[in-house]
C-alpha cells in the first residue's frame, strides 16, 4: 500500500495527464466561453472596481481592457469578469465553474512566461479536472458549510494548472497544492442581499493558485495532507475527512470527468435553468402572466438555502444580481420574457411590477426522491385562473451531459457576449477562431484581445 499523500498522487498524476480529444475540445470551448463573458462585462461597475486595484502594469491581458497588466492582476479581473453574470460554464455533480478560474489562471501564466500551447492546454485540462473532481469528494457538504466550492477548490486546482503549464517538478507541484490550501476562502453570505463577492471567488481562486505556485517555484515548502490532513481543506471547509478520495485520483488523467463540464443557456444560477426551461415551454404553450393564479415547483432539498429561501426574499429579489439566484425570478422571466438572458438581470428590469407579481406566486415542494447533484430537474405546474392546470418537467440541464450544446452554440454565445460588450462582429469572430488555434500556437498571446 503506498504511502503517497493525496497531494502526491494527484501530482504525479497531473504530470503525466495528456488531453485527449474530447477533452481539448472542451478546453476550446472553455477559452472562448470564458474570453466572451470578459468582454461581455468589460463595462460594469464590480469590474471597474476589481481593475481599480491593479498596481503597475506588466505582458498579461485583462480581456477587454487596454494596456498590460501583472500576471496576477490579470487573473483576478479575467476570473472576476468571467463569472461575473453567472453566465459560465459549471459541472454536475459539484457544482464548481472550472473556466473562471483556470483560464485566466493559466492564460495569465502563459503570458508571463511565454509558454506554448500545448503546455496551456495541459495545464488548462488538469485544472478543470482537479476542480470537478475535487466537488464530488463529499458532495454538497461545502455549500452547506457556507463555502462557495469554485473558491475553496479553484485556489488548488489552479495551482495544479499553472504548475503543469510551466513543467514543475513533482516536490514543486506538491508544495503548490499545499500552499493553495492556505488561500482557499469564499463565503455565501452574498445570498443574503445580492452583494458581489460571488463574482470575486473565481478572480481570486485564479490569482491565489496562480500565486502559490509561484511560491513553490521557488521553494516555498507547503504541507504535503493538505487535502486529508487533521486540519486540511476537507476539515475546514467540509467538516469532514471521511471523503471518496477514489472521486479525485482514480483515473485522473486518462479517464476525463471534465469533457462533460457544462455551458449555460441562460445568465443565471445553474440549478435555476431547468426551470426557466419549462417556464419557456409553458409561455410556448401559451401560459400568460395575467393567466396565472400560483406556481409551484418540485425541487432537491439541497437548493433550498440558496435559491429559494427565505422564499419571501426569493419571490421579491432586492437587485438583479439577487435575482440570479431566485428560482422565483427564473420562471417569472421565463414566463414572461421568454428566457433568462443578461437583458433579464438588470435592476430596472427586476424592479418591474408585473415580473414582481408573477415573482411573488412562485412557490415550491420539496421532492425527496430529487437526484440532485448527480442531476439538475426542473419542474413547473402553474394553476390558472380558470383552474386549469399546465405542467413542464426536464430531467437534466440543457448544456450539460445528458443534453449539451453544440459547438455552433457556444461559439454563437461567446459572439452574442462580445456584441453585448461592444465588440464589432469581425473582432468577435477573430475570438472565436483563436480559441481553435491557441494551443497549437507556439506561445499564447491574448494581446489581440485588449480593449
Known amino acids: 500500500m503506498s504511502d503517497a499523500t493525496i497531494a502526491e498522487t494527484l501530482a504525479s498524476a497531473a504530470l503525466a495527464a495528456r488531453p485527449d480529444a474530447a477533452v481539448r475540445e472542451t478546453c476550446e470551448r472553455l477559452l ?30 485583462a480581456i477587454g481592457h487596454a494596456g498590460g497588466f501583472g500576471a496576477a492582476d490579470a487573473a483576478l ?26 483560464v485566466p489562471a493559466v492564460l495569465a501564466a502563459a503570458e508571463r512566461f511565454g509558454i506554448a500551447g500545448a503546455e496551456a492546454l495541459q495545464g488548462i485540462a488538469v485544472g478543470a479536472e482537479a476542480i470537478c473532481r475535487l466537488s464530488t469528494v463529499v458532495p454538497k457538504a461545502v455549500h452547506k458549510a457556507g463555502f462557495h466550492p469554485t473558491c475553496v477548490f479553484g485556489a488548488p486546482a489552479a495551482a495544479l494548472a499553472v504548475a503543469v503549464a510551466l513543467k514543475f517538478s513533482p516536490r514543486q507541484v506538491v508544495d503548490a497544492l499545499g500552499v493553495a490550501g492556505s488561500m482557499s476562502s469564499g ?117 433550498l438555502h440558496r435559491l429559494w429561501e427565505p422564499l419571501a426574499a426569493k419571490q421579491a429579489p432586492p437587485n438583479a444580481y439577487a435575482a440570479k439566484f431566485s428560482v422565483p425570478y427564473g420562471v417569472a422571466a421565463g414566463l414572461m420574457l421568454g428566457g433568462a438572458g443578461l437583458d433579464a438581470f438588470t435592476d430596472a428590469r427586476v424592479a418591474e411590477p408585473v415580473l414582481r407579481a408573477l415573482c411573488a406566486k412562485v412557490g415550491y415542494v420539496v421532492d425527496p426522491a430529487n437526484p ?41 454565445k461567446c459572439l452574442g457576449n462580445c456584441r453585448y460588450g461592444g465588440w464589432e462582429s469581425a473582432r468577435a469572430e477573430a475570438l472565436v477562431a483563436y480559441a481553435a488555434r491557441a494551443f497549437d500556437a507556439p506561445r499564447v498571446d491574448a494581446v489581440a484581445w485588449r480593449g
Not at 521557488?218 to 478520495?245: I, K, V
Not at 447533484?373 to 451531459?401: C, F, I, K, W
Open 32 to 61: 472562448m466561453d470564458v474570453a466572451g463573458l470578459c468582454v461581455a462585462a468589460r463595462g460594469t461597475d464590480y469590474v471597474g472596481a476589481t481593475l481599480a486595484t491593479a498596481e503597475g502594469s506588466g505582458p498579461c491581458t
Open 77 to 102: 479581473v479575467n476570473g472576476t469578469a468571467a463569472h461575473g453574470e453567472d453566465y459560465d460554464d459549471t459541472f454536475e455533480g459539484g457544482p464548481v465553474h472550472s473556466g473562471a478560474v483556470i
Open 187 to 303: 463565503i455565501i453570505e452574498y445570498l443574503t442581499d445580492g452583494a458581489w463577492t460571488k463574482r470575486l471567488h473565481p478572480g481570486w481562486a485564479a490569482q491565489a493558485g496562480l500565486r502559490a505556485a509561484l511560491l513553490a517555484r521557488h521553494g516555498f515548502f507547503g504541507p504535503r495532507s493538505m487535502f486529508e490532513g487533521p486540519h486540511g481543506l476537507f476539515h475546514g471547509f467540509a467538516r469532514t475527512r471521511d471523503g471518496d478520495w477514489a472521486a479525485l485520483l482514480d483515473g485522473f488523467g486518462r479517464h476525463w470527468v471534465a469533457a462533460t463540464i457544462a455551458f449555460k443557456p441562460w445568465a443565471n444560477g445553474t440549478m435555476v435553468q431547468p426551470y426557466v426551461d419549462c417556464a419557456v415551454r409553458l409561455a410556448a404553450r401559451g401560459v400568460r402572466a395575467e393567466h396565472v393564479a400560483e406556481i409551484a415547483c418540485e425541487t432537491a432539498e439541497g437548493i
Open 372 to 412: 440532485y447533484p448527480r442531476a439538475y430537474t426542473g419542474h413547473v405546474r402553474v394553476v390558472l385562473r380558470d383552474g386549469s392546470v399546465m405542467e413542464e418537467r426536464q430531467a437534466n440541464l440543457r448544456g450539460g451531459a445528458a443534453d449539451p450544446l453544440s459547438r455552433a452554440e457556444v461559439e454563437a
